[in-house]
């Protein structure tokens, strides 16, 4: 049993037995402090193991839950790529040796896995917007590429399409059996693991759906704003953000000492050491269960992490009191939330397309839509993070129509800052359509405080 197995059992996150290319992990879903199992204070493992989210038993879930006189019209999800090889090398050492061929006598496993790289190899055909279509389909290298979506990954996503799948089709029949392509719209930005993570997921809603029936859209930006990208203010917003970050990080004497220290160990400045982001290398041998690596200096080890990971943690604590980042959500997760509501507007105008909407982004897309919607409370979103609105007609007033929204499982409709109140002043048991559509159009302008009343002012226009 290695020192990173040894703590975790210590600290009572993980059970006994653990799987050979990861810690497995209760699955824990709640997005709220629960007193009563989460450690109290800030515990970096066990945010971390959050994080890696390793599958483990289906999760229960809230999604597709509503009244009885409800009926379910539209779906829109937005999903973080799953489990991923990393995007930077600590300098001067060795790459983590991690898999990224998909084999079924491997853990974590999905009874799809399979099927899915089988349905993967007959859509060479498939018809993708460009450049989509130069990418792979499923993850195949002995040793992962950078940022390679892991066997973890894909498992991760088969699991949520598997989870959806039986909310969304078996129990309320959300597409027909002979459903047609425009019922479905499918959006990734252009990289292979977004791409792949979107199929995963795909997979486990539609298993062998029929490749002619596909079509993945391409997204240039990582916000998802299609032809509403220039908005100098929002550059504005993370141009502070970031100083906000880096003024933080220079107060933080620890991390000082744990860049120097590991700098130290690996013999290169701190500067370059800290520019390499070894967190993120870090983060992929903590969920893989890889010993951290060594050199003839030292090794970097858990005290390491844990300082780099409380940090992080401190971040989005000061980074929420600041809201240097909300003015930048506001503005960066509009253009999307905007295409949202259209979308939803049309299905409750009875319009049956575009009812199933899945869009595979990153955490850089996720955590903007969360700040806008006011989730303040919400964890950055972890690998194969999922975040679903709903949209339901009440059958006994059918006009009227109702959003709920998902985070990874978890209801948070009524800690949205558009809903938190509807209780107050309504007695309807689920929240209107109306007070998300005044939210966008409106009240995300209002609160930027700039006086502006639509997207292009408030791009231009500065606010708080």
């Known amino acids: ?14 059970p ?21 199992t989460e450690p109290p204070g800030t515990d970096p493992v066990y945010e971390a193991l959050l994080y890696c989210n390793i599958p483990s038993v289906a999760e229960r879930s809230m999604e597709g839950h509503a009244p009885h006189h409800f009926k379910l019209v539209s779906v829109h999800v937005f999903i973080r790529h799953g489990d991923r090889y990393p995007l930077y090398v ?14 079924a006598n491997r853990k974590p496993y999905h009874p799809k896995l399979e099927a899915f790289v089988s349905h993967m190899s007959k859509g060479s055909g498939a018809s ?47 597409l027909p059996s002979d459903w047609s392509p425009d019922q479905l719209y499918l959006e990734t930005t252009g990289k292979s693991r977004t791409l792949q993570s979107g ?72 500067k370059q050491l800290r ?22 200096n030292g090794c970097i080890d858990m005290e390491h992490f844990k300082a780099i990971k409380t940090h992080q943690i401190e971040d989005e604590r000061d980074r929420r009191e600041k809201k240097l980042y909300l003015g ?31 869009y595979s982004a990153h955490d850089v897309t996720l955590s903007p839509v969360l700040s806008a919607l006011g989730l303040t409370e919400a964890k950055f979103p972890r690998f194969a993070a999922r975040l679903i609105f709903e949209l339901w007609q009440d059958r006994e007033q059918p006009r009227e129509h109702s959003v709920r929204i998902l985070y990874n499982g978890v209801d948070v409709t009524f800690h949205t800052s558009f809903c938190q109140d509807h209780h107050k002043r309504s007695p309807r048991p ?35």
Request: charged share 20%.
């Open 199 to 270: 199929l995963a997921l795909l997979y486990g809603f539609l298993p062998d759906f029929d490749w002619k029936k596909i079509y993945f859209r391409h997204q240039p930006s990582a916000l998802f704003c299609s032809g509403n990208c220039y908005c100098p203010m929002r550059n504005q917003y993370l141009e502070k953000e970031q100083r906000r970050q880096y003024l933080l990080r220079l107060k933080n004497s620890q991390l000082e000492r744990t860049y120097g220290d590991m700098a130290k160990i690996v013999d290169v400045p701190t």
């Open 1 to 14: 049993m290695d020192a990173l197995t040894a703590l975790l059992l210590l600290v009572h996150l993980i």
């Open 430 to 464: 689920m929240c209107p359509l109306e007070n998300l559509v005044h939210f966008v159009r409106r009240d995300m302008f209002v609160a930027l405080g700039s006086g502006s009343t639509n997207y292009y002012d408030a791009c231009h226009r500065e606010g708080f």
């Open 90 to 103: 600590i300098p001067k050492t060795k790459r983590p040796e991690i898999d990224c061929t998909l084999v």
């Open 275 to 296: 520019a390499a982001n070894p967190i993120d290398s870090m983060l992929c041998h903590f969920c893989h269960n890889v010993s951290f690596p060594c050199t003839r």
């Open 328 to 358: 930048y959500s506001l503005l960066g997760a509009h253009p999307i939330l905007n295409q949202t509501i259209s979308r939803m507007q049309r299905a409750a105008e009875g319009r049956k397309e575009e009812i199933f909407a899945l």
């Open 128 to 174: 993708f917007e460009s450049p989509l279509h130069s990418l792979p389909l499923f993850p195949n290298h002995p040793l992962c590429e950078m940022g390679e979506l892991t066997q973890t990954g894909v498992v991760q996503h088969l699991q949520n399409g598997q989870q959806l799948r039986d909310i969304y089709l078996k129990k309320h029949k959300l």
């Open 16 to 36: 006994v037995s653990v799987a050979k290319n990861g810690v497995s992990s209760k699955s824990r879903k709640r997005i709220m402090p629960d007193p009563v």
